[in-house]
């Protein structure tokens, strides 16, 4: 499993116990097979996405929730429109997911407050830890999005966005180089500067690296400055 990977995460008391006992090695867990969905007996799955909105989640509940016996847990927000949010909103006892399609619904349905995701406070201390030239926001609900963009802008001073789906955000940038040059060429780029008293700009060189082919150096930062 993955966490098996993760020990070094741990605490040292799990660290030090690791190599006689591994605590994520449960005895009763497995991968699931899609035949167990019709066997008899009681067990517990775990299955994506958590909204019901499609994939293994919503084909084991189109088996599993027309009976009384079963239980759905949604673990946390459901986004409006999808199984999930129509079972949290209420107590539907029939889904429709499409004109031909529906679902009977005679399961338990309970919510657990669950939640990867940070809030406001975590995703402003990582944006000014960070501290990017442009932030842009392309997860979350409209509102909640557009009051967090006005605290990075004014308690942050960054540029922030939150674009719709399929909106096109452009954010002027600064592309640096590194291009590789001659002594000989860098040398003659001053010389003719020197002569060229027309000419408006300095070259500005950085430090110089041997490079791979004899005479040839590796100049970083070749930058032209406007007088």
Known sequence: ???????????????????VHNPFDFKHVCDFQR??????????????????????SLEVFKRWAPSEKNLVTLPG??????????????KPTRIDLDKETHIDVRCQIHQLSFS???DSKGIMD???????????????????MSFL???????????????????????PT??????????KFIASCSTSQARDS????????GNHLSGANGDEKLAEGILLMEK
């Open 77 to 90: 927000y459901c986004v409006a429109g999808t199984i999930g949010h129509k079972l949290m909103s209420g």
């Open 116 to 118: 990867p995701h940070t």
């Open 149 to 171: 963009k006005e605290r990075i802008e004014s308690e942050l001073g960054m540029p922030c966005y939150y674009p719709a789906n399929n909106e096109t955000v452009s954010i």
């Open 1 to 19: 499993m993955y966490y098996k990977m993760l020990i070094g995460w741990t605490s040292q008391k799990i660290k030090d116990s690791y190599t």
């Open 126 to 144: 990582l944006t000014e830890f960070l501290s990017p030239s442009h932030v842009i926001l392309v997860h979350g609900e409209k509102p909640q």
């Open 174 to 183: 600064t592309k640096n180089l590194k291009i590789s040059a001659t002594d």
């Open 198 to 205: 027309t000419q408006k700009s300095n070259l500005i060189c």
């Open 35 to 56: 035949s167990f969905i019709n066997d008899p007996g009681p067990c517990v799955l775990f299955a994506t996405p958590g909204m019901i909105s499609g994939g293994f």
